[in-house]
């Protein structure tokens, strides 16, 4: 995780563990506080571990994010757009492959309480990681 020092905020979080079927995915949760909205990305990264040296990575994960119950967006698999690549640079996450199947979402979130889930597409397994970063403008 990361804080900035000056102010004590929270600017990222992440949690790596093994994605299963059904009910074994990786969950994250946040709050966005306060009374104005905040752009987050949010990534789901299975692939790009192989970087770092991880073995059985998730092949094909998928991101969900829910506000309370209900499902809010999802991705699976990123498609490389410079808009990503722009906020990637900007929070300082690790790059990914443009043509890779890890998944990513730039997302502009009201004050609340959200979760994220990592899942691998067609049921597949492995090593995955949530990834959550605030984007300053």
Do not use: C
């Not at 987050?40 to 991880?54: E, S, Y």
């Not at 490389?80 to 043509?99: Q, R, V």
């Not at 890890?102 to 990592?118: F, K, M």
């Amino acid at each position: 995780t990361g804080e900035t020092p000056a102010t004590g905020r929270l600017v990222n979080i992440s949690a790596r563990n093994h994605v299963g079927t059904d009910n074994e995915i990786l969950v994250a949760g946040f709050v966005i506080n306060g009374n104005v909205p905040k752009k987050v990305l949010i990534r789901g990264i299975g692939p790009a571990l192989q970087g770092f040296g991880v073995q059985g990575f998730l092949a094909d994960p998928e991101i969900r994010l829910f506000q309370g119950s209900t499902l809010y967006r999802t991705n699976d698999n990123w498609g490389g757009t410079a808009e990503l690549s722009a906020a990637f640079t900007s929070t300082e996450a690790f790059p990914l492959a443009a043509n890779s199947l890890d998944a990513a979402l730039l997302v502009t979130l009201p004050p609340g309480s959200y979760t994220v889930e990592l899942r691998g597409v067609g049921n597949s397994t492995g090593n995955g990681m949530v990834e959550v970063y605030e984007v300053t403008p």
